[in-house]
């Protein structure tokens, strides 16, 4: 049904490692999710897979959730960076080990891993890396800024990417105007 609909590419990270994950998640095992992301692989969907780092995991957790996401070969590969949010269970977790040369190692591990998947810096891009993003993208295939993913290109070839933003941007109205 969903790839009649014209669904082909789902986002289902992994988190974190098989060992801590229990820490972050009770609703569901660690091994039902990677079976969720290899049958959703056999139906033919391309596989958005990551993690977030920063969440009490050790650095042998990082290594292990790399090593998963490495068997599981997805298409991309999200990092998302712990921005602790006041009121959830993870408001007051240490993040003074996500400094920018950790961050960074986490990514070069992640590319040099799986060089075969697109490597994205998500969530905390804008504080774990301000002001180096061209260090980040030396490595990282795309940022994502307040949600959405800016790639290389609109970075180095600025008339490029407004020449696709404005084409995103009269395909978004045209739709919204249709609907």
Same mark, same amino acid.
Do not use: W
């Given at each position: 049904?969903?790839?009649?609909?014209?669904?082909?590419?789902?986002?289902?990270?992994?988190?974190?490692?098989?060992?801590?994950?229990?820490?972050i998640c009770t609703?569901?095992?660690?091994?039902?999710?990677?079976?969720?992301?290899?049958?959703?692989?056999?139906?033919?969907?391309?596989?958005?897979?990551?993690?977030?780092?920063?969440?009490?995991?050790?650095?042998?957790?990082?290594?292990?959730?790399l090593l998963e996401?490495?068997?599981?070969?997805?298409?991309? /590969?999200?990092?998302?960076?712990l921005l602790p949010?006041?009121? *959830?269970? &993870?408001?007051? %977790?240490? $993040? #003074?080990?996500?400094?920018?040369?950790?961050?960074?190692?986490?990514?070069?591990?992640?590319?040099?891993?799986?060089?075969?998947?697109?490597?994205?810096?998500?969530?905390?891009?804008?504080?774990?890396?301000?002001?180096?993003?061209?260090?980040?993208?030396?490595?990282?295939?795309?940022?994502?800024?307040?949600?959405?993913?800016?790639?290389?290109?609109?970075?180095?070839?600025?008339? /490029?990417?407004?020449?696709?933003?404005?084409?995103?941007?009269? *395909?978004? &109205?045209?739709? %919204?105007? $249709? #609907?």
């Amino acid at each position: 049904m969903l790839k009649d609909a014209g669904l082909d590419r789902i986002n289902h990270n992994l988190n974190s490692s098989r060992s801590y994950y229990s820490n972050i998640c009770t609703t569901h095992t660690f091994d039902q999710r990677v079976e969720n992301i290899c049958m959703l692989q056999r139906l033919g969907f391309e596989i958005c897979s990551g993690g977030i780092i920063g969440m009490g995991e050790s650095k042998e957790d990082v290594v292990d959730m790399l090593l998963e996401l490495r068997e599981i070969q997805p298409e991309a /590969i999200p990092i998302n960076f712990l921005l602790p949010i006041p009121g *959830s269970p &993870l408001e007051n %977790a240490d $993040i #003074s080990t996500l400094t920018t040369s950790y961050c960074m190692k986490v990514l070069c591990l992640a590319r040099l891993l799986v060089p075969t998947s697109d490597i994205r810096c998500a969530a905390g891009r804008e504080v774990y890396f301000k002001g180096e993003e061209k260090k980040l993208l030396s490595v990282v295939d795309s940022i994502f800024a307040s949600g959405f993913s800016l790639f290389t290109i609109f970075l180095y070839f600025p008339r /490029i990417a407004f020449q696709r933003l404005l084409l995103f941007l009269t *395909s978004f &109205l045209a739709v %919204a105007l $249709i #609907s």
